[in-house]
């Protein structure tokens, strides 16, 4: 079980900078994300495309804003769960939220913050009809360990980085390679396309270009799929395994069968105060929330994780007065012992001795 | 400037037609957006990067699009339901000469 502060599901831009207030308050943040890296869609989806809305930023790249976010919280030492999607919340008798993710990790908090921008990162699927039934029994979207598909017969279909890397991974691997690809041109980095084309013309891959999977046969697992090819019609390939690689895409996910108010696919939260969401105890602050005004940006998600890190404060330690502080005063303290503070100004004492006016009398 | 009109079948298959600002610098999906022709979160996911194609459209009048980008290309050859009048929301601007488009969404 990890204990924390302040449990915050997505690991974005919004919930990294949770991360740095809370740490002004002396509150401890974790974070999940399905992603296996911290960043969210910038990371993810838009790493080198420039931003020119962050305040002071003229122009920064996604991924270096995440870089330096990253860098502005260290000295909170912010934990995380990574490549688990938070499943489920369960109130418990001493106030606090124990949030379980898909792989049974258990976190508990008296405080929840759901920043999971547009919800978790799931593989697209292709609309092949049956495609449902045949998930984990021959059907695969996600490669987690290569040595399954050993000297087995793999179609892998995409035309990506992760479908190219795949291919040539695999082909030492497999017994069979086919990479099916709707174009002849593929968008991955030139060292995979080129290697892939060799490998191709070694044997060792079975390209199959201007082609889509468009059914899956076998009786309770893969054992053929039907390509269908712009020229040559159809074409039946037997094979173990039949793996979609076409990237991620979000979804609001279990999120949304927590019993919160949920309003056009988000969370809708008090704004006119502190975004605190139907149950208390758990706020959404960034894209994953609404309220009248709602504008999906970065920087409106850092204003509202400070305006809730405040309350959440409260919550935490109803007692305790505190009054906010001005990084410019009071420094930055890390829990890892470091201190970033203002220089003090220098005084700089002019030992002269004053004339003294001769008065006329 | 003037807005124009277009005409949208949305994923349900209801017909719309709307009148968009060309003075805006709007394109085609955010048009969508903006009269909620498609839930949130189902539409413009990327914000119209060229990124996600979840704002994959049919345009099926003779309207002079401008061509496609690289990014767009890219795109549309890892999407679903693709087909040759396919094209993304979100790399269409809304400029004088698309007045009367008609555009189907494509499914989510």
């Not at chain 1, 792989?103 to 092949?128: D, N, Q």
């Not at chain 1, 084309?197 to 054992?223: C, D, M």
Request: glycine share 8%; proline share 5%; net charge negative.
């Amino acid at each position: 079980m990890i204990h924390t502060d302040i449990l915050i599901i997505g690991a974005g831009p919004v919930g990294m900078f949770t991360v740095f207030e809370a740490g002004l308050l002396k509150l401890r943040c974790h974070l999940i994300d399905a992603l296996p890296q911290a960043g969210g869609q910038c990371s993810e989806i838009y790493p080198k495309k420039p931003i020119y809305d962050i305040p002071a930023y003229p122009e920064v790249l996604a991924g270096d804003l995440i870089d330096n976010l990253a860098a502005q919280i260290k000295p909170f030492e912010p934990s995380y769960t990574l490549g688990e999607r938070a499943e489920t919340i369960e109130k418990q008798e001493d106030g606090d939220f124990i949030v379980t993710t898909n792989r049974g990790t258990k976190h508990k908090a008296p405080v929840v913050f759901i920043a999971g921008g547009l919800g978790s990162f799931e593989p697209r699927k292709p609309p092949i009809e049956n495609i449902a039934s045949y998930e984990d029994n021959g059907v695969e979207y996600i490669i987690r360990d290569p040595e399954f598909y050993r000297n087995k017969r793999v179609v892998i279909s995409g035309g990506g980085d992760s479908a190219l890397d795949w291919s040539i991974f695999l082909a030492d691997v497999a017994s069979e390679v086919s990479l099916v690809h709707r174009r002849n041109d593929f968008r991955g980095a030139l060292d995979s396309v080129e290697k892939v084309v060799e490998l191709s013309k070694q044997g060792k891959i079975n390209l199959i270009t201007e082609a889509e999977v468009k059914e899956i046969h076998g009786e309770g697992h893969v054992n053929s799929v039907t390509i269908k090819h712009k020229s040559e019609g159809n074409i039946v390939k037997e094979c173990d395994h039949f793996i979609p690689l076409f990237g991620l895409s979000p979804k609001l996910g279990p999120i949304g069968n927590w019993g919160l108010d949920i309003e056009k696919n988000a969370i809708k939260v008090n704004n006119s105060l502190d975004y605190s969401t139907n149950i208390p105890g758990v706020y959404a602050i960034g894209d994953v929330n609404t309220y009248p005004g709602k504008l999906k940006l970065i920087l409106c998600g850092f204003h509202e994780a400070t305006i809730a890190v405040q309350y959440a404060y409260k919550l935490i330690n109803p007692d305790k007065k505190y009054v906010m502080k001005y990084t410019t005063v009071g420094g930055v303290e890390g829990f890892d012992g470091t201190k970033k503070v203002a220089k003090k100004s220098e005084v700089i004492k002019i030992n002269i001795e004053p004339e003294v006016p001769v008065l006329e009398i | 400037m003037s807005d124009i009109t277009i005409h949208i079948k949305d994923r349900e298959g209801k017909q719309h037609q709307v009148l968009a600002p060309t003075d805006m610098a709007m394109n085609l999906m955010e048009v969508v957006r903006s009269y909620e022709l498609a839930a949130e979160g189902t539409i413009g996911v990327c914000g119209g990067m060229a990124m996600c194609a979840s704002c994959q459209c049919y345009i099926t009048s003779d309207h002079d699009i401008p061509e496609m980008g690289d990014d767009e290309d890219i795109m549309l050859a890892e999407a679903f339901h693709v087909e040759d009048n396919s094209r993304l929301g979100c790399q269409i601007p809304i400029t004088e000469h698309l007045d009367g488009l008609i555009v189907e969404l494509a499914p989510e």
